[in-house]
């Protein structure tokens, strides 16, 4: 991590005309990087992180029996329900139910 000089906020490192430098968000400042520093964006997940397979009559780990929703295939009152945050941490969770009576699920954002 590397301060600006100038206002003390946190720069960071920018590809600017063919070299790589510091440059604050804030006031503009920017200074060349002496050090070979490695740009990285993105955060990388695995498969198996990405995926979620329930079996026939499974049900994940933490999910509740609720009444009072409607299945969009048979009509049936009663399901699991289950959230996941699928999107970035500042959205909110997806709401995820699974039928008990024909095993359909589906997926509500809020």
């Known amino acids: 991590m590397k301060f600006c000089p100038k206002c003390n906020s946190m720069m960071s490192p920018r590809k600017s005309q063919g070299r790589t430098v510091y440059k604050c968000p804030k006031c503009g400042y920017e200074e060349e990087v002496k050090q070979s ?3 990285t964006n993105k955060v990388k997940h695995s498969v198996k992180e990405k995926t979620l397979v329930l079996e026939d009559g499974d049900k994940p780990e933490g999910a509740q029996l609720i009444k009072g929703v409607s299945c969009p295939s048979c009509g049936n009152g009663e399901a699991y329900f289950w959230m996941l945050q699928t999107r970035s941490a500042d959205e909110p ?4 139910y699974k039928c008990t009576k024909c095993g359909k699920v589906w997926r509500e954002y809020e």
């Open 37 to 39: 520093v490695v740009i």
């Open 93 to 96: 969770a997806t709401r995820f």
